[in-house]
């Protein structure tokens, strides 16, 4: 599946995130986050440089929530971008239900 940059920060907006730095100069600028009553977390995008449009490749997340949270915001970006997946800094792949497992997140 390819989604351009631009396709992945109206997504982004579509699933309540708040742009916090906008793509004017460079898409590799760009950020956005959620916050919530306790929780913040960042998206920072990374790209595959392709013409005619860069691609994206994924998020770093950076921030402070819980693992139900984080599913949450997950789940509302797979709305408007099905097939999204997660890792961690072990390269481990989650599916929403495997996270869901791997977490102890009832429904």
Same mark, same amino acid.
């Given at each position: 599946m390819?989604? !351009?940059a631009a396709e992945f920060a109206t997504a982004a907006l579509e699933a309540g995130l708040e742009i916090t730095a906008g793509s004017s100069s460079s898409w590799w600028?760009? !950020?956005a986050a959620y916050y919530g009553a306790d929780d913040a977390i960042e998206l920072r995008m990374t790209l595959f440089e392709v013409?005619?449009?860069p691609l994206w490749g994924g998020c770093e997340l950076t921030g !402070? !929530?819980?693992p139900a949270d984080l599913l949450a915001l997950w789940h509302s970006l797979s709305r408007h971008l099905p097939g999204v997946y997660a890792h961690d800094d072990g390269s481990t792949m989650y599916t929403m239900d495997g996270f869901r497992s791997q977490f102890g997140i009832m429904l």
């Open positions: 390819e989604i !351009t600028d760009w !950020t013409e005619p449009a !402070t !929530t819980s």
